[in-house]
């Protein structure tokens, strides 16, 4: 998202852990130019994709208010990778505001749960210290989105990615969390949301490096080819992922 380095592509991929399904944006003015930004790494037109929200005065509805708060959360991740904490700190407030919002409209928000679990995951990105107070309090919200709506993208992306990146100490359990992501991966495909939505798109990234991380490298191979087939354009994963992985697997 500066992302040349691949250990900066993988703490995004992990800090991002993905946002909503596109149903909820589908007619949205912006979620071309988001895809665009995500495909070239352009976080200055991710930037100005908010600003552009902001200014406009139009955040009114909850699907407005979650589309906000997803395309802050792509950022803050961004932000969080490349060490500016003070400005992610204020995105976070943001967003935690516009989350407490949505969840006094629709107190039984599924996303917006998810998305009060990522958020507070953030805090814990800036300062791991936190871990200690809050990760138990960003898994509860989290596992209750999943009470919710079993079927949440944003939910089992999240639960996903907590299983995946965890220490096993700690209840880590990267082939557990991969059922999660290819759940999330397979209720996008059979709603047929998967044409330039860059939830999906990360979505079989994470699941890419899960595979491979597990020594699953055929599986590996598989995504990061299909991953190509659906964007050819997407830079961080042609000139950076892919060919590393190849190079592993050849070595």
């Not at 599924?110 to 936190?130: N, Q």
């Not at 096993?168 to 969390?177: D, T």
Request: proline residues 3%; hydrophobic residues 40%.
């Amino acid at each position: 998202m500066e992302w040349p380095k691949s250990t900066l592509n993988k703490l995004i991929i992990t800090l991002i852990l993905i946002s909503l399904t596109t149903a909820i944006f589908a007619e949205s003015p912006y979620k071309k130019n988001i895809y665009r930004a995500f495909i070239a790494r352009d976080m200055i037109k991710w930037e100005k994709v908010i600003r552009t929200i902001e200014a406009s005065n139009s955040i009114n509805t909850v699907d407005q208010k979650l589309e906000l708060i997803n395309y802050y959360y792509g950022y803050i991740g961004y932000l969080i990778g490349i060490k500016q904490y003070t400005k992610a700190e204020k995105l976070i407030i943001k967003g935690e505001n516009l989350i407490t919002e949505v969840l006094l409209i629709s107190p039984k928000n599924a996303t917006a749960y998810s998305f009060k679990g990522s958020f507070i995951g953030f805090h814990i990105g800036i300062s791991k210290f936190k871990a200690i107070f809050l990760k138990s309090e960003s898994k509860c919200n989290i596992n209750k989105a999943l009470e919710l709506d079993p079927q949440n993208v944003q939910a089992l992306i999240d639960k996903g990615n907590t299983l995946y990146y965890a220490p096993r100490l700690l209840g880590g359990n990267k082939k557990e969390a991969l059922t999660y992501l290819l759940k999330a991966a397979n209720i996008l495909e059979q709603k047929k949301e998967t044409n330039e939505n860059w939830v999906y798109l990360n979505l079989l990234t994470i699941i890419a490096d899960a595979y491979d991380k597990t020594d699953n490298l055929e599986e590996a191979k598989l995504y990061y080819e299909k991953i190509l087939r659906d964007e050819p354009q997407i830079i961080w994963v042609k000139n950076d992922l892919y060919p590393k992985f190849l190079a592993k697997i050849k070595s």
